[in-house]
RNA sequence: GGCCCGUUGGUCAAGGGGUUAAGACGCAUCCCUUUCACGGAUGAAUCACGAGUUCGAUUCUCGUACGGGCUACCA
């Protein structure tokens, strides 16, 4: 249910409050490097509010920065996704009708709109060199203002269309002279736009600089890329980060000038996912030793690896799920949603507007819930995988299984399963013989010898059933049993660890309980 | 510096003029458990500050402080 102050008419029946046409949203990232915690909560709340109206969810790549391009950043994003169950409806792998999906691809189609702005005067061409830009910024900055716009002030002073004759433009034009086009902003303009999750913001025109649209080599800025492909793309909502914000105005009015604010997506700036020193970055991740990024990252120029939330050993639904309570709730104590019940649930006014601090512990938490929520069978290819990565072989999925089952409450992250149940598959690397030694004696060494004269008659083999013969013959040789427990556990776990010990030798079957007991003799 | 956004326990947060100011994570204590966890119970801990509006502000308004973001031919 969309509160109404944020119904917009053209995209939302006021009465009934369904979407009058199709609500299409995407997700642009640039492929720079690995996709972190803070992009793929975009993708998420991108993703919900699609499938909550039945809309489309887009994946555009924004690759117009050829200096900043990174060989496989593209396919390790799709990756991300698909591991994170949230795959697009249209992108340059699930194909579409409103593609090329990749602004490189694209590059033909910005050039016309920047020059009808230009024959519009509401953009310029800009001939300054890097050299003189950076003259023009050193010459202007003062104590009160470091950092000098190309802006109102300064343009009349550079070298553009605005103060070159005709003819020197056409001059230039002609003989190839490298140019960018610029956006002239307006003076003393109050720009307003609507948020979805922070209502009404304004911005003075006077104070917003004229970015460059088109770059030298051709390309598009991310400022008008995102506007002409927002329009061509049909897309209806924009959900980005807050960095944006700031520049938000800038796409305003190119929406203005170019295809008309009723056209314009209604547009929601999220908070940021904050670090414990500022916006999270990858540098935390390593600083405090949490994962940023969905999946492991490894950088093809440096060969730094990043970890990622899955090879951590993290399910991907609790993964959308903590990220998904990260600045947003639904009012209620429920904490923990499915997909599915997320799609449901999710309304993009009731994010937060205030930035959250990424909390590890919590994050934690989530996974283990899950864990214990889900079926093991659901996540047991995963951990099958870890056992083999450790040298252990399993050969019957079925006893994996029960494994698995009987240990899930003590793991937090998939990886604990083969700590938590490693000797199950194969003896004890170690025995904690400290734990067992010092109360050592003859009448204990004698009661496990006539444990294993019964356990080798037993013809039932189940857990209440050991326990009472080993408390039987505790009461016949005058042992507490309370003596006898740990050092069975040891013989079996090889440590102080593990589900209740009975548990633990039935599972493991008479044969290898007997043989353990025996093997454990010997060693003492 | 300028502009923009924000501020409820350590963290995530509900609430939005009158409340004992929810809940969760974490922490502490206890119970359960003849290991370690899980689980259960209890506890410590919060409305940034100052004005204004009001009979009454955590809630509304304005300032201040603090935090964050942006300030590139990067996104």
Redesign the pocket.
């Known amino acids: 249910m969309i509160p109404p102050r944020f119904i917009n008419p053209s995209y939302f029946c006021e009465l009934c409050l369904q979407p009058k046409k199709k609500i299409r949203v995407r997700f ?3 492929p720079t490097g690995g996709l972190h915690l803070g992009g793929v909560r975009t993708v998420l709340y991108n993703y919900l509010f699609a499938k909550q109206h039945q809309g489309d969810f887009i994946l555009r790549i ?1 690759d ?2 050829q200096g ?1 391009y990174v060989a496989g950043a593209e396919e390790y994003i799709f990756d991300c996704l698909k591991w994170a169950g949230l795959e697009p409806d249209e992108s340059a792998v699930h194909g579409g009708t409103n593609g090329p999906y990749r602004q490189s691809e694209r590059k033909a189609l910005y050039r016309q709109y920047a020059e009808q702005l230009v024959s519009n005067a509401q953009a310029y061409y800009a001939f ?3 050299e003189e ?1 950076e003259s023009m ?1 050193a010459n202007h900055k003062t ?5 000098p ?2 802006d109102q002030a300064v343009r009349n002073k550079m070298r553009n269309s605005l103060t070159l004759s005709k003819e020197e433009v056409e001059g230039l034009l002609k003989s190839g002279t ?1 140019h ?1 086009i610029r956006v002239k902003m307006p003076a003393n303009e109050t720009l307003t736009f609507t948020d979805m999750i ?1 209502g009404e ?4 025109t006077s ?1 917003v ?1 004229d970015k ?1 649209l088109l ?3 051709g ?1 598009p ?2 400022h008008l890329a995102v506007v002409v492909d927002d329009y061509l793309m049909n897309i209806t909502h924009a959900f980005r980060g ?6 938000a105005p800038v796409h305003v009015l190119l929406w203005k000038y170019l295809f008309g604010l009723d056209k314009m997506p209604q547009w929601a700036h999220l908070p ?1 996912i ?1 670090g414990p ?3 999270l970055s990858k540098r935390d991740g390593a600083k405090y030793g949490f994962p940023v990024f969905a999946m492991n990252w490894t950088d093809p120029k440096t060969g730094e690896l990043t970890e990622g939330f899955k090879e951590k050993g993290f399910l991907p639904e609790a993964f959308i799920n903590l990220l998904a ?3 947003w ?1 639904d ?1 209620s ?1 429920q ?1 923990l949603f499915t997909k599915e019940e997320l799609i449901d649930k999710f309304s993009i006014e ?1 994010v ?6 990424f ?1 590890y ?2 994050a934690k ?1 989530f996974n283990h819930e899950w864990i ?1 929520k889900l079926p093991v069978a659901h996540y047991l290819p995963q951990v099958k995988h870890l056992f083999e990565k450790n040298g252990i072989h399993i050969s019957d999925e079925k006893h994996l299984e029960a494994v698995m089952e009987l240990v899930k ?2 793991c937090i992250l998939l990886p604990d399963f083969v700590e938590q149940s490693h000797f199950f598959f194969k003896l004890p690397g170690q025995y904690d013989l400290d734990a067992v030694k010092p109360k050592w004696n003859d009448a204990k060494q004698q009661f496990f010898v006539e444990l294993i004269r019964n356990f080798e008659l037993a013809t039932l083999w189940n857990a209440s059933e050991l326990e009472h013969n080993l ?1 039987e013959i505790a009461a016949a040789s005058q042992i ?3 003596e006898l ?2 050092p069975f ?1 040891i013989m079996l776990v090889g440590g ?6 009975f548990d633990i030798a039935a599972l493991l079957g008479k044969g290898e309980t007997i043989k353990r007991i025996k093997h454990f003799l010997s060693l003492l």
Do not use: I
Request: overall charge positive.
């Open positions: 642009a990232p640039s924004e117009t920065d900043r300054d060199t890097p830009l910024r104590e009160q203002n470091p950092s716009q190309y490298k960018v922070r913001v304004s911005f003075d104070l600089d460059v770059k030298s080599d390309m800025t991310y807050e960095e944006w914000l700031p520049s940021l904050l020193n500022g916006k309570v990260l600045g709730n009012g104590e904490e009731r937060h507007s205030g930035g959250a601090k909390d512990e919590k938490w214990k409450d003590r408390k507490k049993p309370g427990m740990l556990r102080k660890f593990g589900p209740h010990v």
